[in-house]
């Protein structure tokens, strides 16, 4: 398929795709199920009560499902859109910032307008895609180690639902690896229904839920989550999940225009952070799902995947309340578990990303155990302090390639 922004008008009279609608109910089904504990475990993090983890799950499912189906639709590309992912992960790690949640929400709304900007000045997006990979790697590897830690604490603390969702997860990866994590989810969340521990019996706390809405959060801007929050949550969204979810396009040789993705995704996130919503962006993982010959056969019909995709998470966001409930009342440590579990691909893959080139290991490394270890001074969270002294120590063994003279 040619990767110019119009399709022949023949390839558009063709009807639905099943195969495609198919594929897009199934790229929203396993991006909301492996991942939507890491995002409320992220969100609580960082001082959002079950109200707010409510009302942002449900602007986020809306904000990625509209983003979807107008860029999609006017691109006539699988231009999927997911939450991102890995800044859930650092909202984790980073914990709550001076000025509580509405400091994150500023900090929120921050992002959006980086990623704006990023959209309307390339510099910015040139600037991005410059920071060393095996430095981006490192900090996104640092961020997840903790989280990819707990499935096996959990086993301490919660052993018997530790165990039953790990031995889950490992079973159904061995057959189906792609169900593996939202079939350890569904039954971490149904061990969480049962255990009246957390607050679920007789139902008397989802019959609040069943009918989720947004709550307002207004935004305070502080310096420390600007710079804990906003510009590390910027980096990582545009390092882990842009920039991948472009390359994943290219490589089923779709090419849309960055600036009204940017554009896009930038102005919904800082629109829906209002109600507590965090970042969205490019799918890195299920965009694959919609790209592939899997969708459809015919490249030009696959467009109606990312839609229909895009219409599974505004299903979703009805959900929100439910979800939320029963996740935020349940041990801490086996969300911790399961949001662990979906991140132990991506955790792989930073970390081979992270070590593979000799030469910027070490810079890598320090990168990613100044991330790892909590680090924390003037208010401003590891991942920066991470990056900065990784950074730092890249500078200093780098060498200039000296090229060879022309015989």
């Known amino acids: 398929?040619?990767?110019?922004?119009?399709?022949?008008?023949?390839?558009?009279?063709?009807?639905?795709?099943?195969?495609?609608?198919?594929?897009?109910?199934?790229?929203?089904?396993?991006?909301?199920?492996?991942?939507?504990?890491?995002?409320?475990?992220?969100?609580?993090?960082?001082?959002?009560?079950?109200?707010?983890?409510?009302?942002?799950?449900?602007?986020?499912?809306?904000?990625?499902?509209?983003?979807?189906?107008?860029?999609?639709?006017?691109?006539?590309?699988?231009?999927?859109?997911?939450?991102?992912?890995?800044?859930?992960?650092?909202?984790?790690?980073?914990?709550?910032?001076?000025?509580?949640?509405?400091?994150?929400?500023?900090?929120?709304?921050?992002?959006?307008?980086?990623i704006i900007l990023a959209g309307l000045w390339s510099p910015l997006g040139r600037w991005i895609a410059a920071i060393p990979k095996p430095l981006a790697n490192g900090m996104l590897a640092g961020i997840l180690l903790k989280l990819c830690l707990a499935p096996f604490l959990a086993v301490s603390q919660a052993p018997g639902m530790a165990l039953l969702v790990l031995a889950t997860w490992a079973v159904v990866g061995r057959v189906a690896r792609l169900y593996a994590v939202p079939a350890a989810v569904a039954v971490a969340l149904g061990a969480m229904a049962l255990d009246s521990s957390g607050g679920l019996a007789g139902g008397a706390v989802l019959s609040g839920a069943l009918w989720p809405g947004v709550t307002f959060v207004q935004p305070v801007f502080t310096w420390e989550a600007m710079v804990g929050i906003a510009l590390p949550?910027?980096?990582?969204?545009?390092?882990?999940?842009?920039?991948?979810?472009?390359?994943?396009?290219?490589?089923?040789?779709?090419?849309?225009?960055?600036?009204?993705?940017?554009?896009?995704?930038?102005?919904?996130?800082?629109?829906?952070?209002?109600?507590?919503?965090?970042?969205?962006?490019?799918?890195?993982?299920?965009?694959?799902?919609?790209?592939?010959?899997?969708?459809?056969?015919?490249?030009?019909?696959?467009?109606?995947?990312?839609?229909?995709?895009?219409?599974?998470?505004?299903?979703?966001?009805?959900?929100a309340g439910v979800t939320a409930v029963m996740v935020t009342r349940s041990p801490p440590i086996l969300i911790e578990a399961v949001a662990g579990l979906a991140l132990v691909g991506a955790f792989g893959a930073a970390l081979m990303g992270a070590v593979q080139v000799e030469a910027n290991r070490t810079a890598a490394l320090v990168?990613?155990?100044?991330?790892?270890?909590?680090?924390?001074?003037?208010?401003?969270?590891?991942?920066?302090?991470?990056?900065?002294?990784?950074?730092?120590?890249?500078?200093?063994?780098w060498r200039p390639s000296v090229s060879q003279p022309a015989k």
């Open 233 to 319: 949550l910027f980096v990582v969204t545009m390092a882990s999940q842009n920039i991948p979810g472009l390359a994943v396009l290219a490589t089923y040789n779709y090419a849309p225009p960055t600036r009204p993705i940017f554009l896009a995704t930038g102005a919904a996130s800082a629109l829906t952070a209002l109600g507590g919503a965090p970042t969205i962006n490019l799918a890195a993982i299920t965009a694959a799902l919609c790209a592939s010959p899997d969708a459809d056969p015919n490249p030009a019909r696959r467009w109606q995947a990312a839609f229909v995709g895009g219409i599974g998470y505004i299903l979703f966001a009805g959900l």
């Open 367 to 397: 990168t990613m155990l100044v991330t790892a270890s909590g680090l924390s001074v003037a208010g401003v969270g590891s991942a920066f302090w991470g990056l900065l002294l990784g950074g730092a120590v890249h500078l200093l063994h």
């Open 1 to 114: 398929m040619s990767s110019s922004d119009t399709v022949p008008a023949t390839d558009l009279s063709t009807g639905l795709s099943l195969r495609a609608v198919g594929a897009g109910l199934l790229a929203a089904l396993v991006g909301y199920a492996s991942s939507v504990a890491v995002v409320i475990h992220g969100l609580t993090a960082v001082g959002a009560s079950t109200e707010q983890v409510v009302s942002g799950l449900v602007l986020l499912g809306f904000a990625m499902g509209l983003t979807a189906m107008g860029l999609s639709l006017h691109r006539r590309k699988p231009i999927s859109i997911a939450w991102t992912t890995p800044g859930m992960a650092l909202l984790a790690a980073t914990g709550a910032v001076e000025g509580g949640f509405p400091a994150a929400v500023g900090a929120f709304i921050a992002t959006g307008v980086l």
